[in-house]
């Protein structure tokens, strides 16, 4: 019955925050910036990939080797970055990683009040090789610290840590994309209609990350 009644309490709390729920319950303190700069998920960095299927290991070698390269990469001839605007509730953020004026890596954060997505790109002879996804779903909203929690007789306030996380890792040879690895499938392969799509999704994406780098 109370974990009834904490999920129905918290239901009404994110309604209320969108402006539903009229005056059920106390007002929220507001979302800030430093909120979101201390929510940061960490990108990777000196990391190495998961162990390949065995039957892809052979084709996979050369894009986990870029993705370990590129991720170990500790001085940078030049970092730009550039707001995000439209594609999530919080906003979001990319950042463009130069070696020897050659693009390596882009970074693309967007930020929401029950969650947040890290998405790295990783580049090898110019073309897409890797994206990592990481996607975090919060326990409670950003703004729910120990004092809302408190006042709302609550048992749990926000913590990074106990996110939901679904990680998905995506390999392109040559430029399309060749094998998908999402942490919560059950290892079966994806159908072919759902590789496409992805294949595009993801061009797609980085397309308007490269078109918003060259905007002033």
């Keep these: ?33 430093s909120q979101q700069d ?17 039957y892809l290991k052979d084709r996979l070698k050369p894009i986990q080797a870029n993705f370990k390269r590129i991720n170990s990469i500790t001085q940078w001839t030049a970092i730009k970055k550039k707001d995000i605007e439209g594609e999530s509730a919080e906003g979001g ?5 130069y070696k020897n004026k050659r693009l390596e890596k882009i970074i693309a954060r967007h930020y929401g009040e029950m969650g947040q997505v890290l998405i790295e790109y990783y580049l090898l002879n110019g073309q ?3 994206v990592f996804e990481k996607d975090y779903k919060y326990n409670r909203p950003l703004f729910y610290n120990e ?3 408190k006042e709302n007789n609550d048992t749990e306030a926000f913590d990074l840590k106990k996110s939901e996380i679904t990680e998905t890792r995506n390999y392109f040879e040559n430029g399309s994309l060749l094998h998908i690895v999402d942490s919560q499938d059950c290892g079966a392969p994806f159908s072919g209609d759902y590789m496409t799509e992805q294949d595009k999704s993801l061009k797609d994406d980085f397309k ?3 078109k918003l780098e060259k905007e002033n």
């Design 208 to 210: 308007r990350l490269l």
């Design 147 to 149: 004092k809302v929690m």
């Design 38 to 54: 201390t929510t940061r998920i960490k990108e990777s960095h000196n990391e190495e990939d998961i162990e390949a299927n065995e």
């Design 93 to 97: 953020e990319a950042a463009y990683y």
């Design 1 to 33: 019955m109370k974990n009834k009644y904490l999920q129905s309490l918290f239901m009404l709390l994110v309604t209320f925050h969108f402006g539903y729920a009229g005056n059920y319950l106390p007002k929220m303190p507001a979302f800030s910036v």
């Design 128 to 130: 897409l090789s890797f």
